[in-house]
């Protein structure tokens, strides 16, 4: 064992002390190369520190997390009436945090939809005979039980609304 293993060994409660000096003078002898903690100085310069870094990156996942059983999906497209058919939904962009793959949004084109179709509705709430209606929406789902004589049955639960105005993002789930 040299020197400096013996020392770094005798002194193990001092490890970030070690690991923070050992990179200042380094970085001190190769201002672009040096390791700071895992990233070299160039990296850290740029993006910042690693505790920064992992900030930016807990920011970013925490959006694709459920929080609650509490889903959500940003979804753009239109409505619109289909002669002799009534109303009809195509989506343009959609995006949604359901990593799993628990296909909570299973019938979420149907209560976007319903929503919706106000827009496509004459004064007295009938359908008119043609239109469309150009939209973008939030939409949060969650799954929700009930108990039956059957046993516990299923299903999802939507929240949709409407993005008029970039304050709409902020409203949150009326559950």
């Given at each position: 064992?040299?020197?400096?293993?013996?020392f770094i060994?005798?002194n193990?409660?001092?490890?970030?002390?070690?690991?923070?000096?050992?990179?200042?003078?380094?970085a001190?002898?190769?201002p672009?190369?040096?390791?700071?903690?895992?990233a070299?100085?160039?990296?850290?310069?740029?993006?910042?520190?690693?505790?920064?870094?992992?900030?930016?990156?807990?920011?970013?996942?925490?959006?694709?997390?459920?929080?609650?059983?509490?889903?959500k999906?940003?979804i753009?497209?239109?409505?619109?009436?289909?002669?002799?058919?009534?109303?009809?939904?195509e989506?343009f962009?959609?995006?949604?945090n359901d990593?799993?793959?628990l296909?909570?949004?299973?019938?979420?084109d149907?209560?976007?939809?319903?929503r919706?179709?106000?827009?496509l509705?004459?004064?007295?709430?009938?359908l008119?005979?043609?239109?469309?209606h150009?939209?973008?929406v939030?939409?949060?789902?969650?799954?929700?039980?009930?108990?039956?004589v059957?046993?516990?049955?299923?299903?999802?639960e939507?929240?949709v609304?409407?993005?008029?105005?970039?304050?709409?993002?902020d409203?949150g789930?009326?559950?």
């Amino acid at each position: 064992m040299d020197s400096v293993q013996k020392f770094i060994s005798e002194n193990s409660h001092q490890f970030g002390y070690i690991m923070q000096e050992a990179s200042r003078q380094w970085a001190a002898k190769d201002p672009v190369g040096a390791l700071t903690v895992g990233a070299c100085k160039s990296f850290v310069d740029s993006y910042g520190d690693y505790h920064t870094i992992l900030d930016k990156l807990q920011a970013i996942e925490e959006a694709k997390i459920p929080k609650n059983g509490e889903y959500k999906a940003l979804i753009s497209g239109h409505v619109f009436i289909e002669p002799g058919m009534g109303s009809n939904i195509e989506f343009f962009t959609y995006t949604d945090n359901d990593t799993e793959l628990l296909d909570v949004f299973y019938d979420v084109d149907t209560h976007v939809l319903k929503r919706l179709e106000h827009h496509l509705q004459d004064s007295s709430g009938l359908l008119k005979d043609e239109g469309d209606h150009f939209f973008i929406v939030v939409v949060y789902a969650k799954f929700v039980s009930e108990k039956t004589v059957e046993g516990i049955q299923y299903s999802t639960e939507y929240d949709v609304h409407e993005i008029n105005k970039l304050e709409d993002l902020d409203k949150g789930a009326e559950f």
